[in-house]
Structures are given as C-alpha cells and as structure tokens.
C-alpha cells in the first residue's frame, strides 16, 4: 500500500518557524509530484507548494517568500519550511503526490493523514 505520512506540525507563535516532512512509500513505479495543502476551518483545501518533477516549484501567493518547499527525489521526500508563521497560516497541512504504482496503468492521488500546524500567541 502507498503512504504518505507527514510530521512536524505544532503550536507556533507567530514569527515562528516549523519544518514540515513527508515520507512516500509503497510499491511506486515512478512520482509525477509532491506537494503541500492545507485546509483551515470553515475553508476549502488549498494549495499551498507543489513540485512537478523536476521544475520549478510553485507557491500560494500567500505563502511567496515565506515558505520553501524542497523534494528528494532518491528518498522520496518532500518538506516545506515555513518561516514568518502568520495566524492564518493554521490549518491542517496535508502531504500529496500524484504518482504511478508499480500494478497500476495510471497515475494516482495520494494524501497523507495531516498535520496540524497552529500559529497563536
């Protein structure tokens, strides 16, 4: 079975920093991207970074300049670095990956369980 589990997620005051990581595993022929969302109450799931292969990764506006997302390929890891947490940063933040399993014909979404990441004083 393919797992996408995230760690890091905490009570933060804001200005703060945390380090989200994800690990995937499972029988995987090959991963198409890894990225971030998260969901706040009362709001949709958003997108919060993503990397597609190898490009260039992609922010919310919201979080340009603030959060950073890196993946290791060999590893199949992903984390995002959030810096200069703000209060609506709180949310749920999800792990995500389009991928293609090694049985599979196709690619397919995966989600992690969710960590959940609050910003207060």
């Known amino acids: 079975q393919v797992q996408l589990v995230e760690s890091g997620g905490g009570l933060v005051q804001p200005g703060g920093s945390l380090k989200l990581s994800c690990v995937l595993s499972?029988?995987?022929?090959?991963?198409?991207?890894m990225g971030w969302y998260r969901q706040a109450p009362g709001k949709r799931r958003e997108l919060v970074a993503r990397?597609?292969?190898?490009?260039?990764?992609n922010y919310a506006d919201s979080v340009k300049g603030r959060f950073t997302i890196s993946r290791n390929n060999a590893k199949n890891t992903t984390e995002l670095q959030m810096d200069s947490l703000k209060v609506e940063d709180t949310a749920v933040y999800y792990c995500?990956?389009?991928?293609?399993?090694?049985?599979?014909?196709?690619?397919?979404?995966?989600w992690g369980q969710g960590t959940q990441v609050t910003v207060s004083s």
């Open positions: 990397i597609i292969g190898g490009g260039t990764p």
């Open positions: 499972g029988n995987i022929f090959s991963v198409n991207s």
């Open positions: 995500h990956s389009y991928l293609h399993r090694l049985d599979n014909m196709r690619f397919e979404e995966y």
